[in-house]
């Protein structure tokens, strides 16, 4: 999974030192995606419905990111 834009993780929280503010750490983050924005809660769920319908009968034992491109960038 992405960045989404939710409450900062712990994850991300040893990093925030690091920056002048979550700004910057935002922009550092953003570059590294090739779609230039923090995904939504709502993107995941979009899988998640498709994963779950009729749509999907056919999908099985996929990893299917949603992560706006960073695994590619």
Partial sequence: MGYEDTPPRPALEAFKN???????????ILSHLLYDAFGEPEDVARVVLFLGSDLSRHVNGQ???VDGGQEMA
């Fill in 18 to 28: 690091d920056y002048a503010s979550r700004t910057e750490l935002n922009h550092k």
């Fill in 63 to 65: 990893v299917i990111r």
